[in-house]
C-alpha cells in the first residue's frame, strides 16, 4: 500500500510563489513516476507536471510550462512542486499521485494511488 499527503497549499497573490510538497510512504520504488494534478471547480482534473522515479526525465503542461517545477529527494521520500509567477487560473485543488504500470503521464487514469488534495488560491 502507498500513502500519499499533499501540503503547502494557500492563498497567494498573482505573481508570487509557493511550493508544494508530497509526502510519500510505502513501496515507491518500484513506480513509473509521480505526477502533479490539479481540479478547479467544475472543471476535470488536469495533469500539471510528472517526475520519473530517479528523477531524471520531467513533463510539464503548456500552462505551467516555465513557471513551475517539479523535483524529488528519495532519501526523504519527498516530491515537490515549485509554482512560480502565480495567475489566477492556477487556483485549483493540487494532487499528487504515483502510477506503477504504464500508460499516458498525463492521463489520471494511469496512476494508482492519490493523496488528499490541497488547496491552491491565487488572488488578484
Known amino acids: 500500500q502507498v500513502q500519499m499527503v499533499e501540503s503547502g497549499g494557500g492563498v497567494v497573490q498573482v505573481g508570487g510563489s509557493l511550493r508544494l510538497s508530497c509526502t510519500t510512504s510505502g513501496r515507491t520504488f518500484s513506480s513509473h513516476g509521480t505526477g502533479w494534478f490539479r481540479q478547479a471547480p467544475g472543471k476535470e482534473r488536469e495533469f500539471v507536471a510528472v517526475?520519473?522515479?530517479?528523477?531524471?526525465?520531467?513533463v510539464y503542461a503548456d500552462s505551467v510550462k516555465g513557471r513551475f517545477t517539479i523535483s524529488r529527494d528519495n532519501f526523504q521520500n519527498m516530491v515537490y512542486l515549485q509554482m512560480n509567477s502565480l495567475k489566477p487560473e492556477d487556483t485549483a485543488v493540487y494532487y499528487c499521485?504515483?502510477?506503477?504500470?504504464?500508460?499516458?503521464?498525463?492521463?489520471?487514469?494511469?496512476?494508482?494511488?492519490w493523496g488528499q488534495g490541497t488547496q491552491v488560491t491565487v488572488s488578484s
Open positions: 499521485a504515483i502510477r506503477f504500470y504504464s500508460g499516458r503521464y498525463d492521463n489520471a487514469g494511469s496512476y494508482d494511488f
Open positions: 517526475i520519473d522515479w530517479i528523477g531524471s526525465d520531467t
